[in-house]
C-alpha cells in the first residue's frame, strides 16, 4: 500500500474520530499513533533497507500537513518524530533505526533550554563509559510518551559546540514533571529534566 492510500485509512478510520476527544480532554494520542506506526507512517523517512519507507522529509511534511487540520496534537507529534528520526537515521545504531524504520519507536526532540530561573545548567560530563547529561528541556512534544529523545548538550569538548544524544526514556535520571505548565496538552508537550 502506498504511504498516501494508508496515510487516508489513519486519518478516516482513527485519527478523525480521535482527534477532537483528543485535544478536548488533552490526552495523548496514542491510537493514532499506534496507527501511523503500524500503517509504516513512523518510517516513512527511513531508509528502505531493512524496513523503512525510504521517502524524503518533503514527503514526511506533507504527511503532517495532511494530519494538522485533522488532529493538530498529533500533527505535533509526527512533525517531531520526523526530525528526530532523520537524526536517528544519520546516528543512530543498526538496531534503533530499524525500530524507528518498522513504526515501533517513537522518538522526539529535546533541544530548547528552558531557561527558568537558571537553576539547572546544560552539562555533559563523561565518567568511563558513561555520559551525564543535565539539563531542562522545555516545548518537547511527546514528553514521557516517545520511547527516546534526540537530546542537544554542550560538546564534551572544548570546542564550544553541541554535540546530539540519543537519550532513551527509561534513562535514569530522566524526569518528566506531570504538567507544568497548567492543562495537559494532547501533544504532551512539558518540559523534560535530567
Not at 98 to 106: I, P, Y
Request: charged fraction near 15%; aromatic fraction near 4%.
Amino acid at each position: 500500500m502506498s504511504y498516501p492510500s494508508a496515510l487516508h485509512d489513519v486519518l478516516d478510520h482513527i485519527i478523525a474520530p480521535a482527534g477532537e476527544l483528543a485535544c478536548q480532554e488533552g490526552k495523548f494520542p496514542r491510537a493514532a499513533v499506534m496507527a501511523l506506526g503500524r500503517a509504516g507512517l513512523l518510517g516513512l523517512t527511513c531508509s528502505a533497507e531493512p524496513a523503512g519507507g525510504g521517502t524524503d522529509l518533503a514527503r514526511a511534511a506533507e504527511v503532517v500537513a495532511r494530519v494538522m487540520p485533522v488532529c493538530p496534537a498529533t500533527a505535533a507529534v509526527l512533525q517531531s518524530h520526523y526530525a528526530a528520526a532523520a537524526v536517528v537515521e544519520t546516528c543512530g545504531g543498526r538496531w534503533l533505526r530499524g525500530e524507528v524504520a518498522a513504526g515501533r519507536h517513537l522518538c522526539t526532540l529535546a533541544v530548547v533550554e528552558d531557561g527558568a530561573g537558571g537553576e539547572v545548567r546544560p552539562t555533559a560530563r563523561r565518567t568511563g563509559g558513561v555520559v551525564a547529561l543535565r539539563a531542562r528541556k522545555r516545548d518537547v512534544v511527546a514528553a514521557g510518551e516517545a520511547d527516546s529523545y534526540v537530546w542537544s548538550s554542550p560538546s564534551l569538548g572544548s570546542d564550544g559546540g553541541l554535540t546530539l544524544w540519543g537519550v532513551p526514556a527509561h534513562a535514569p535520571g530522566l524526569f518528566v514533571p506531570a504538567h507544568p505548565t497548567g492543562a495537559p496538552l494532547a501533544s504532551a508537550t512539558s518540559t523534560v529534566v535530567a
